[in-house]
């Protein structure tokens, strides 16, 4: 069982950064790949980064790639979105989520339904 708790969403000019983080409890994190999702209204909830148990993989969509940056840190049970460059588009709120298959697949970890464990989501506004 894990359980998220996301935050460090909130309004921002187009341009500017944001840092979300996603504190899990659970002792099986460590073994968890972890991903990130938005969902803007009135649209599909969509991926946005994914990183493997041990950080050593990661993966982006490619609205985000070279914008974003995903890291975890195994000790603090926690994973992070670095958000930079942002727009208008990225407007949205996020969520992290938790996939107990350690497998790295990244056709998998791209669809929503790999993820058991899901936040409650932070919004992320940005401005034009």
């Known amino acids: 069982q894990v359980q998220l708790v996301e935050s460090g969403g909130g309004l921002v000019q187009a341009g500017g950064s944001l840092r979300l983080s996603c504190a899990a409890s659970?002792?099986?994190?460590?073994?968890?790949?972890m991903g990130w999702f938005r969902q803007a209204p009135g649209k599909e909830r969509e991926f946005v980064a994914a990183?493997?148990?041990?950080?050593?993989?990661?993966y982006y969509a490619d609205s985000v790639k070279g914008r974003f940056t995903i890291s975890r840190d195994n000790a603090k049970n926690t994973v992070y979105l670095q958000m930079n460059s942002l727009k208008p588009e990225d407007t949205a709120v996020y969520y992290c989520a938790a996939d107990p298959d350690p497998r790295w697949n990244i056709v998998a970890i791209r669809t929503a339904w790999e993820y058991d464990y899901w936040g409650q989501g932070t919004q992320v506004t940005v401005s034009s």
């Open positions: 659970g002792r099986t994190f460590s073994s968890t790949n």
């Open positions: 990183i493997s148990w041990g950080g050593g993989s990661t």
